[in-house]
């Protein structure tokens, strides 16, 4: 089923959405989850949460790209619950890892703490990602808005693991470089 007919379901508070949503997207839904998570069952659970959030969303939202809605529900859910479940102790996961390594670039404490700051670098970090190479915009979004490992993104990519680190080091280095520049970071 196309993504438009799975939309006019939603719309409709047709329940055949739920599934139709489920067999195109599950897959998806579930990998950006486990890869956030590193727990099945959290992961189902957020994929689960995902279709209510989809269906709570649709309407008003008319999403004109239904992976990628579905994604940054999926990303959303999985990204709190990590947090909860991280509250007191950090987890061994890529969600880890990765944070950990975009940390010297973003502030991560609350040094940001008006919206409109929060706004600023969110905006500026997309326009960065604007003037990279397709290869290393795809490997970056892969590693911190999906949170692939560097070896599942090595893979995909047919690199090898060092390429990969090092093109996230050097983009990495440049955001950071970037996010001076434009005054967001000090």
């Known amino acids: 089923m196309e993504d438009l007919e799975i939309v006019e379901l939603y719309w409709q508070r047709n329940e055949e959405a739920i599934k139709e949503t489920s067999k195109k997207y599950g897959n998806y839904c579930y990998t950006i989850a486990n890869n956030i998570l590193y727990n099945n069952e959290d992961a189902q659970e957020c994929v689960n949460d995902t279709y209510l959030g989809a269906w709570n969303a649709i309407p008003p939202h008319h999403p004109n790209v239904l992976s990628t809605f579905l994604g940054k529900i999926t990303r959303r859910l999985s990204l709190n619950k990590w947090r909860e479940k991280n509250a007191i102790k950090r987890g061994n996961g890529e969600a880890a890892l990765s944070f950990d390594e975009l940390e010297e670039c973003i502030p991560s404490n609350s040094s940001i703490k008006e919206e409109l700051a929060l706004k600023e670098l969110s905006e500026a970090i997309n326009t960065f990602l604007e003037t990279l190479k397709v290869d290393e915009r795809k490997v970056f979004v892969c590693r911190y808005f999906y949170f692939e490992s560097i070896d599942e993104i090595a893979f995909r990519f047919s690199f ?12 990495r280095d440049r955001l950071k470089d970037y996010l001076i520049g434009k005054g967001v970071l000090e």
């Open 160 to 171: 090898t693991p060092s390429k990969v680190k090092m093109m996230l080091k050097r983009t």
